[in-house]
């Protein structure tokens, strides 16, 4: 009887620890689900203005960055003396230079989008 008793024993020590080692192993799993790769998105932005036709963004547009807005502004792209009056010397008399628009033109302001795919 006392054998039997121990083989009982014995069994139920046997299928408790490998039942065990099973369950530890769901345990971690449901504890650890993050263990996944996860992809995040990050979105960059940039503001780009050129004016008076002087550059272009196509380095940007090369590199990835999409146009998201575009704007445009009319400016005074360069000055110039002129008389303040038809009479005047411009070089004796104090009051008589005075600065004028020479040529206007248009400042594009674009603001410039990329996605940045980052892995964890």
Not at 17 to 32: F, T, Y
Request: aromatic letters at 6%; charged letters at 25%; one cysteine or more.
């Amino acid at each position: 009887m006392i054998k039997s008793h121990s083989y009982a024993a014995f069994l139920f020590s046997i299928t408790t620890l490998l039942a065990g080692c099973s369950s530890l192993q769901n345990l971690e799993q449901i504890l650890n689900p993050l263990k996944l790769d996860i992809q995040t998105q990050n979105i960059e932005t940039k503001k780009i203005s050129i004016s008076c036709n002087k550059g272009d963004i196509q380095d940007y547009l090369d590199e990835g960055w999409t146009v998201d807005q575009t704007t445009e502004e009319e400016i005074i792209c360069s000055w110039k003396s002129s008389k303040s009056s038809p009479g005047c010397n411009i070089n004796s008399d104090k009051g008589c230079r005075i600065t004028v628009p020479a040529k206007t033109g248009k400042r594009i302001n674009y603001i410039l989008e990329r996605k940045i795919n980052r892995n964890n």
